[in-house]
T-cell receptor, first 118, second 115 residues
Framework: AQTVTQSQPEMSVQEAETVTLSCTYD???????LFWYKQPPSRQMILVIR??????QNATENRFSVNFQKAAKSFSLKISDSQLGDTAMYFC???????????????FGQGTILTVHP | GAGVSQTPSNKVTEKGKYVELRCDPI?????LYWYRQSLGQGPEFLIY????????DSGLPNDRFFAVRPEGSVSTLKIQRTERGDSAVYLC?????????????FGPGTRLTVT
């Protein structure tokens, strides 16, 4: 079974500043993927960034980057140059890459509410 | 192109009633997923389909919950004898195929309220 833990229920940041959201996970699988999803008040879940476990290089998508520490089972999200539109609930999630009992289903953390202040 | 759509967007029902929630996936996506999200929590997996068959229904909480995808496209989540504890947002997602390699695209969800 996979578990995902987000220990920060709420975070806030000033516009244009940088913020880091934390996530730890546990899995017995060797092949898995990790994700950060954003859910604004509209409820639509949007993929922010994805990391493949077998890739050493940290994923980057414009202002969003991750710090993937495989041995520590840590997967944090860094948002640079924060914008008002980044205000949302952020979820860390995991899925196995192939086969296994978790294949096909995302396991989500509890979420972190991020508020960007002007 | 069109994304994942879910109907209705909101559903209020009385305890004990039967409800159906519909999901229209992105055209061509073979995998379809249902999740349930309680207020302030992360989504929890219910069931996923690969084509017409349920590949994993381990997240269905009990036998009052059932889902179908008869033609490998639209899916319906059915809840019998609803209870107040069933109140939540039900999210549907689809992906080209199952597995982490393929991004899951989510619909806007159906908010179910059982009174």
């Amino acid at each position: 079974a996979q578990t995902v833990t987000q220990s920060q229920p709420e975070m806030s940041v000033q516009e244009a500043e940088t913020v880091t959201l934390s996530c730890t996970y546990d899995t017995s699988e060797s092949n898995y993927y990790l994700f950060w999803y954003k859910q604004p008040p509209s409820r639509q879940m949007i993929l922010v960034i994805r990391q493949e476990a077998y890739k050493q290089q940290n994923a980057t998508e414009n202002r969003f980057s991750v710090n993937f520490q495989k041995a520590a089972k840590s997967f944090s999200l860094k948002i640079s140059d924060s914008q008002l539109g980044d205000t949302a609930m952020y979820f860390c999630a995991s899925i196995t890459g192939s086969g296994g009992t978790s294949y096909g289903k995302l396991t989500f953390g509890q979420g972190t509410i991020l508020t960007v202040h002007p | 192109g069109a994304g994942v759509s879910q109907t209705p967007s909101n559903k209020v029902t009385e305890k004990g009633k039967y409800v159906e929630l519909r999901c229209d996936p992105i055209s061509g996506h073979t995998a379809l997923y249902w999740y349930r999200q309680s207020l302030g929590q992360g989504p929890e997996f219910l069931i996923y389909f690969q084509g017409t068959g349920a590949a994993d229904d381990s997240g269905l909480p009990n036998d009052r919950f059932f889902a179908v995808r008869p033609e490998g496209s639209v899916s319906t989540l059915k809840i019998q004898r609803t209870e107040r504890g069933d109140s939540a947002v039900y999210l549907c997602a689809s992906s080209l195929e199952a597995g982490g390699k393929y991004e899951q695209y989510f619909g806007p969800g159906t908010r179910l309220t059982v009174t």
